[in-house]
């Protein structure tokens, strides 16, 4: 397998000829690049919804997407598409964060096929939260493993948030009071197929810090957390190109979708992979 670093911290592109046929080893291999890199692209794969389901499959059992509809055909693939015509409605995944980290045990993997790319525009942007766990003081390491952070859905799909969803003509987001509920997660998590301690933050869905007892503090501090674990020096951009696919460890990064695409199409499709419960 050939194998490119894109910068200094994450992200590899690797070039197999063809996912759907990678023999056990070579699979295995490019799960550990994923673990190892943050994100992984791998270019010119022409996989159909069911191939990219198989191909998920091999990396582990299917994740539970709540409100978002799938694809009618294939339940657990999720069609990203925004129309021409939507011009600049809210783009899915449109904010910081990683996926369903709300859950108890949020996705290990996501795998995003770009299927229908805009002329330019529709980049999208991984944080590696193991390099912004590393650039971390001693002192702020372990000030922060005593503290657990409150994962909710509330500000992206409690009804309160319908409106912002309801501008995107092809993807049915439905919002409901389940997002108001929460799961609490350590701050700083241990990753578990690479054992590296991984600062376990996003601002879509950290919507409240539990050890720090003076509310101005942990308003400070989460801010402070939002652009520490954002900062571009931790980061990878990717211009997408027909065919890349893309598979993501959703344990140690975050990732935002640009969009800077009004008037033009953008399709891809994506799969998630079942996690398990974070750890620290
Ligand atoms: C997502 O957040 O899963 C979507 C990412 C993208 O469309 O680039």
Redesign the pocket.
Known sequence: MQVERLTGVMGARVHVDDVRVLSDGALEELRALSCEHGVVIVPNQQLTPLEQVEFSHRLGPAADSPFVEPSPDHPEVIK?LKEASDGNAF???GAW?S?FSFQPAPPSF?V?HAIDIPPYG?D?LWSSMTAAYNALSPSQQSQFAELQGVHSARDAYSPKMQAIHSGLSSMNIVCDDSANEYEVHPLITTHPETGKKVLFFNRAYVRDLVGVQDDAEKVKLMEWLHLHTTDAKFGYRHKWTVGDLAIWDNRSTQ?Y?LNDYAGFR?E?H?TTIAGERPLP
């Open positions: 990203v783009n899915f995944g964060h996926d996501t995003l529709g999208t990732h979708a953008r891809m994506r």
